[in-house]
């Protein structure tokens, strides 16, 4: 299991379409994925949950990822979420 | 007798056929007991499976027919579909609790809807109404109930619905649906979006019109007014028959302008351009055939958030405007914050006269980390386009020169750790301080441009408070008084050889425009709609023709006598 907190730099936060790049990019790993937000855990695969937790520019998280292909995960999933536009 | 039904106004048009209404289909959900777990969720995998068929298949029409940007409103359904927490909960509900796949699913999904109905975002809680769409059509092929079928319309039609979803929206056949009336939806709410980008006029939220309406009586549904007429007398019909004509005859007419430039009838070119808010305002723009930007304003950048926007994200907004607009000019106005407009994350004193206060430069000059950040932003962003900065609130010289100081700094300092920034933007002032105005002649010497900003200029002109309504009546763009200073102001720029521009809603008045033409003006910056009417209008015009007329009307006493002598001497040939 790998563990990440980085800060979200998309300048809208984790809404619309940036969550389904976030979406779209995690399905393509077999690892579990994860975003721990305020002690509350959504699954990162899940459209519903990610975009209910309403994650805003700037704020912290925890990035999740268990499987074979956990770093790669963390690293392209990272990169969306620090991504400027 | 016929019956009015006001709304609010989705999409602009005149719409007039018989209505078709558009009856939600029977979704009973029971709750069954099941026997066979593996079965029913092989049913419901069926059905999920034929509702992401059919999403697919909209996606790649919606793609090809309105857009990229429609399109993504059935990808992000499809990921909806696909969502582990909807599909796996409902199949372990089916499991644990022996129950049907119709009942498991609505209990999954209400949970949802009710989740984002809850947040305190516009945004949100319309996705709300996307997860229930979504969810709709599979418990449909559940069901085995018909799902509205658009294609299967044979007839014109005016749609009447509770609501119009985004699938149903997109379904809308276009040589049979006129038009449609909702009785809920607000401006922004998809079917409204849908509708205008199709063009097909629409009513929303007009709360009972799927009661006030039976199947196949006539109506008319006026988008413009935001109102519906159901069973409509003979002389309605043919007064909107008319204006229904009118409208075509007049975009048809517009349409044609779209990429001609702006040239008088006595081919003087001048330059018409939009007044926008946001990068997302740009499309709307160029659509309308502006020639430019002649005013970004700044302050959406820092509204509606916690703190201020980062020089990144400035850059980025500025970048993607400048870019869009290509080689045309793009005039970004400085932070104008103060008077009515105020940051939540911003300590300002309460004053007894905001609007004679600290406010736009005069704060930029103050709280200068704010106005550096801009700036920074700003030079950055200059390389991708024709920018033009401009000040707002100049009311002396000295506010000016500090200004372009701090700018010539921030701008040495980029250079000099290796930033690439653009040298060739002009850097000007927004008139519409009175004193400003007086002194144009000094500050056209060390200005690149000027651009009225008349509402605020009329409003100090006259000293009348434009919100206030016992004061209205001294708002009057046509007075002398402000005319003059126009004059003033327009001669003393052209003397340096400065273009002198106007970015307040006067730019856009028809009865406005032939004085500002015969006034030498420049650039007419207004909101987007007003271009083609504007281009239609300033293509009839003879600048010579109104030069000679501006003497009489600033001898004249009073702004009606203005008015009058411009719809009767000007205006009289239709112009």
């Keep these: ?85 | 007798m016929s019956q009015k039904i006001v709304g609010v106004k989705a999409s602009v048009g005149i719409a007039i056929g018989k209505a078709f209404l558009l009856a939600a289909p029977d979704m009973q959900i029971k709750t069954v007991a099941i026997e066979d777990a593996a079965s029913e969720i092989h049913r419901f995998e069926a059905a999920l499976a034929r509702a992401k068929a059919d999403l697919q298949e909209i996606a790649q029409r919606v793609e090809t027919e309105m857009g990229t940007e429609q399109a993504d409103i059935f990808r992000a359904h499809l990921l909806v579909l696909e969502d582990p927490e909807l599909v796996d909960t409902v199949k372990d509900k089916i499991t644990q609790e022996m129950t049907n796949a119709e009942s498991a699913l609505h209990d999954v999904a209400q949970a949802f809807i009710g989740l984002f109905e809850q947040m305190d975002n516009d945004y949100m809680r319309e996705r709300a109404a996307d997860i229930r769409d979504v969810t709709k059509r599979v418990l449909a092929y559940l069901l085995g109930v018909n799902f509205f079928q658009p294609s299967s319309l044979t007839e014109e039609v005016i749609i009447v619905a509770e609501d119009l979803t985004p699938s149903d929206t997109a379904q809308l056949n276009r040589q049979y649906v006129k038009g449609f009336v909702t009785d809920i939806g607000g401006r922004t709410s998809h079917s409204a979006i849908m509708a205008r980008s199709m063009e097909i006029p629409a009513v929303v939220g007009t709360q009972n019109i799927t009661s006030a309406v039976q199947a196949s009586t006539l109506m008319i549904v006026d988008g413009h007014e935001g109102v519906v007429i159901i069973d409509p007398s003979e002389e309605e019909v043919a007064h909107y028959t008319r204006k229904q004509a009118e409208d075509a005859e007049q975009k048809a007419e517009l349409a044609k302008l779209v990429h001609n430039q702006t040239v008088t009838a006595d081919q003087h070119h001048v330059e018409l351009a939009a007044n926008i808010g946001s990068p997302a305002d740009v499309a709307g723009a160029l659509a309308n055939g502006a020639e430019g930007v002649g005013l970004f304003r700044t302050e959406f950048l820092y509204m509606g958030r916690d703190d201020f926007p980062t020089e990144e994200e400035q850059y980025v907004a500025y970048k993607q405007v400048l870019t869009s607009m290509g080689d045309k000019p793009v005039v970004i106005r400085t932070l104008d914050i103060g008077g009515d407009k105020h940051l939540s994350y911003l300590d300002m004193p309460e004053e007894m006269n905001p609007f004679l206060g600290y406010r736009a430069i005069r704060l930029c000059l103050d709280r200068q980390e704010l106005f550096r950040t801009q700036l920074r932003a700003l030079l950055r962003a200059g390389v991708h386009g024709n920018l033009k900065i401009m000040f707002p609130m100049i009311a002396t010289l000295e506010e000016f020169r500090q200004a372009k100081a701090i700018l010539e700094e921030e701008k040495h300092a980029l250079q000099n750790s290796g930033v690439v920034v653009s040298d060739r933007f002009e850097v000007g002032i927004m008139i519409e301080i009175p004193a400003a105005a007086m002194m144009a002649d000094v500050f056209a010497r060390e200005v690149d441009f000027f651009s009225i900003g008349t509402n605020d200029l009329i409003q100090y002109t006259m000293a009348a408070d434009r919100m206030n309504e016992r004061v209205a009546y001294l708002y009057q763009p046509y007075h002398p008084a402000v005319l003059r200073l126009l004059r003033n102001v327009i001669q003393a720029g052209h003397k340096e050889g400065k273009w002198v521009g106007m970015c307040g809603e006067m730019a856009g008045d028809p009865v406005a425009v032939p004085i500002l033409l015969g006034l030498g003006l420049d650039e007419f910056s207004m909101s987007a709609s007003s271009i083609l009417p504007a281009r239609k209008q300033l293509s009839l015009l003879s600048r010579e023709e109104m030069e000679k007329h501006i003497d009489t009307i600033l001898q004249m006493s009073t702004s009606a006598q203005v008015e009058a002598f411009v719809k009767t001497t000007i205006m009289k040939d239709g112009i």
């Design chain 1, 1 to 85: 299991m790998v563990e990440k907190k980085i800060v979200v730099q998309l300048a809208h936060g984790l809404h619309a379409r940036p969550a389904a790049n976030f979406v779209k990019t995690a399905t393509t790993f077999s690892s579990e994925i994860k975003i721990v937000k305020n002690e509350k855990t959504v699954n990162g695969k899940s459209i519903m949950g990610i975009m209910a937790s309403a994650i805003a520019k700037g704020e912290e998280i925890t990035l999740i990822a268990d499987g074979v292909d956990e770093n790669e995960a963390i690293a392209a999933l990272e990169a969306v979420l620090t991504s400027q536009e």
